[in-house]
């Protein structure tokens, strides 16, 4: 494994871990996992509850989520027929249990009609027990963000509303494979900003082909003029098997002088950096971080619904099986529609951690957000302080990357843009052996 200092000799964007283990450390379990042995002996008094909806208008060169386009005759309904009979399963599976936030992901919801939403909401408040009050969030994109659509997000209670916009510069979401009108992207923004969703996220994307600096700060400009409560700030990555792949194209090489620029225009505008990617504005509260699916609290168990949606006990992650090409994702849709009911009732597919993993998971879930570990929380909570666990981090002291202050594990400004660094830094040599072989395979 290289070092840290090896690492940082490199490239600073070397993987995002948003999630950890990645998914690509998923594998098929010797022996399915019943949901009911799972969860029983889980804390389910604040579960985060994710749908997932995998249809698109269109693929994106540089997106490798799991989603298709096109979906075939009846194949959004005969998704949702699945998905009624996977919430009535794993509800039976949880006994008593709470939400404490949700959200719709994809893919893009929105490309879902009304009629089809109005099924989803149903499922959500009436079968999932999702109460209306507690913050939800719903991803949409530009050409989907119709006013029927969005007066639907806002009537059936969603509070955060994340819109991938990417760059509003024409030529640049061209150069992402991603062709979008300006006047579209207006149009949807002004009615979004209007809407008066409590939350209006932005997604925009560093590292274009052709961006420079100073045309990206021009789209950061045009994404305030809407005021958004939250901004996710995302360095292009070019994975296989996207259109970008396939084409051979690389990011730029100004994704670290353009996160800069970007954070620093930012911090002067009244945000501030809650980790690499996501910035907030002072005056809004936090609603849970990192939007969608990716990230919740180091202890909190999530709930998946959906082909490709994550599950999270303490103990074990598990979801359908992932793919990204075309082929892959169809086989494991159709997979997902065909299955009886009481296949839901267990886990198939995922990785279990050991106890060990827990905590890397525990350490690199804090340590990437600006806030840090809490010390106290951490010893609390694994029974040993992180140093003891976790001998290698005094690398990050010893580099200047991190810093203790009061009772916290931080990173410093140079380590939270080093966040792509550290992060595939602390994986584990068996979850990066793993993540290895699937790339290879
Ligand atoms: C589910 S989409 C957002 C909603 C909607 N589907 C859309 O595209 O407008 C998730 C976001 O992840 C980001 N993203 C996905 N793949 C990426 C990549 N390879 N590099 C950088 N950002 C990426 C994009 O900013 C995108 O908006
Ligand atoms: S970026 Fe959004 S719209 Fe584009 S393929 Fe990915 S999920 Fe779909």
Not at 112 to 120: G, I, N, P, Q, S
Not at 157 to 174: D, H, P
């Amino acid at each position: 494994m290289p070092t840290l200092r090896d690492r940082l000799q490199d490239d600073p964007f070397q993987g995002y871990a948003y999630a950890y283990p990645h998914k690509t450390a998923y594998r098929h379990f010797a022996r399915p996992h019943p949901l009911k042995e799972l969860w029983a002996g889980e804390d389910k008094d604040a579960l985060f509850l994710y749908l997932h909806l995998p249809f698109c208008e269109m693929r994106c060169g540089f997106c490798n989520l799991f989603t298709t386009t096109n979906p075939r005759e009846g194949q959004v309904a005969r998704y949702l027929d699945a998905l009624e009979r996977q919430i009535e399963v794993v509800n039976r599976a949880l006994g008593d249990h709470r939400h404490a936030r949700g959200a719709i992901g994809g893919g893009t919801p929105t490309f879902l009609t009304t009629a089809e939403m109005d099924r989803v909401f149903r499922m959500l408040r009436q079968d999932g027990g999702l109460s209306k009050g507690i913050p939800l969030s719903c991803e949409l994109s530009p050409g989907t963000a119709e006013p029927e659509k969005i007066a639907q997000l806002r009537e059936e209670g969603v509070t955060r509303a994340s819109i991938g916009v990417q760059s509003f510069i024409e030529s640049e979401t061209r150069a992402l494979g991603r062709p979008q009108k300006p006047a579209v992207l207006h149009g949807a923004l002004q009615r979004l900003a209007a809407a008066g969703f409590p939350v209006l996220n932005i997604d925009l994307i560093y590292g274009i082909e052709g961006q420079t600096v100073a045309s990206w700060l021009q789209s950061l400009a045009a994404a305030l003029d809407y005021a958004p409560q939250e901004l996710f700030l995302y360095p292009l990555y070019v994975r296989p098997l996207t259109g970008l792949g396939r084409k051979g194209r690389d990011p730029s090489d100004l994704r670290l002088d353009q996160f800069r620029a970007g954070r620093d225009f930012l911090l002067a505008r009244g945000y501030r950096q809650i980790s690499l990617r996501l910035f907030r504005r002072d005056d809004c509260p936090a609603e849970g971080d990192e939007g969608g699916a990716s990230y919740c609290c180091q202890e909190d168990g999530m709930i998946g619904l959906g082909a490709g949606a994550r599950s999270y006990t303490r103990r074990v992650h598990y979801c359908t099986e992932y793919a990204v090409g075309r082929v892959g994702i169809q086989a494991i849709l159709d997979d997902y529609i065909a299955r009886p009911a009481d296949h839901h009732a267990f886990a198939w597919y995922g990785h279990e951690l050991s106890p060990a993993e827990q905590k890397r998971r525990y350490l690199i879930k804090s340590l990437l957000r600006a806030d840090g570990l809490d010390e106290a929380a951490y010893q609390a909570w694994s029974g040993r302080s992180w140093s003891a666990d976790f001998p290698e981090v005094d690398a990050l002291l010893e580099c200047g990357l991190a810093v203790l202050d009061h009772g916290r594990l931080r990173l410093t400004a140079e380590g939270l843009e080093r966040a792509d660094t550290i992060g595939p830094w602390l994986y584990s040599e068996p979850v990066a052996a793993l993540m290895e072989e699937y790339e290879l395979a």
